[in-house]
């Protein structure tokens, strides 16, 4: 099967429907990500199944819990684009920051941005808890495939987000004991809002999606 037949198997599983010049755009990322990657390791994964399947496959799922309409999404630690410029081919119309500290990272990630035409989409070379003061409750939707915790990431991410905003994390299966540390500290337990549980095309893993609000103790 080629790389497209996978991508588009893929989609049709999660009920996707890209255009032509969507499904090209990942093959263009598919491209670009193997020939950069040679040079500055942006990835573990190196051949196009785990690619399309653990990249960006598992990046679209985010579809899931993230509301419809047009938004502000911020994608933070975004390595190479995950799951942020996946999001963005799927749903042009949000404009979306890319947060990621790397240089070598950030160059990819302008390069891609060039290579596919993308507008409305923006890249911070920072970690997200630097962001500048003019970033303050900004954003509609944060989410992350980096290794926060729970916790540090809505201490990180809250002062960022809109007072209705929420944050979503992709968690493995253990992530109710992660959930249960909240108890302990300054938010609430009504933080957590949902929990997805939600299959990977093409495998047979879960994906667990927590979507967070930044809901404190009283």
């Not at 199944?49 to 509301?67: C, E, M």
Request: aromatic share 6%; net charge positive.
């Amino acid at each position: 099967m080629s790389a497209e037949e996978l991508l588009k198997s893929g989609l049709t599983e999660m009920g996707i429907s890209l255009s032509e010049d969507q499904t090209a755009a990942f093959m263009t990322y598919l491209s670009e990500l193997k020939k950069w990657n040679r040079a500055y390791n942006l990835t573990a994964l190196k051949n196009d199944r785990d690619i399309i399947t653990k990249h960006f496959l598992d990046s679209l799922l985010y579809l899931k819990a993230i509301p419809g309409g047009a938004m502000e999404l911020a994608d933070a630690g975004s390595g190479a684009g995950f799951p942020g410029i996946p999001i963005k081919i799927a749903r042009p119309g949000i404009t979306l920051s890319l947060i990621e500290p790397s240089r070598k990272k950030t160059a990819f990630l302008r390069n891609i941005i060039r290579h596919l035409g993308l507008t409305g989409i923006h890249v911070h070379e920072e970690r997200l808890e630097n962001l500048g003061p003019g970033q303050g409750k900004k954003y509609d939707v944060i989410l992350s495939r980096a290794t926060f915790s729970s916790i540090d990431f809505l201490t990180a991410a809250c002062p960022f987000i809109k007072d209705s905003g929420i944050l979503i994390l992709n968690k493995g299966p253990k992530f109710p004991e992660e959930i249960k540390t909240l108890e302990g500290s300054e938010y609430s337990a009504k933080a957590v809002k949902e929990v997805l549980q939600v299959p990977l095309p093409l495998t047979a893993a879960k994906r667990n999606l927590i979507v967070l609000s930044c809901t404190m103790k009283k």
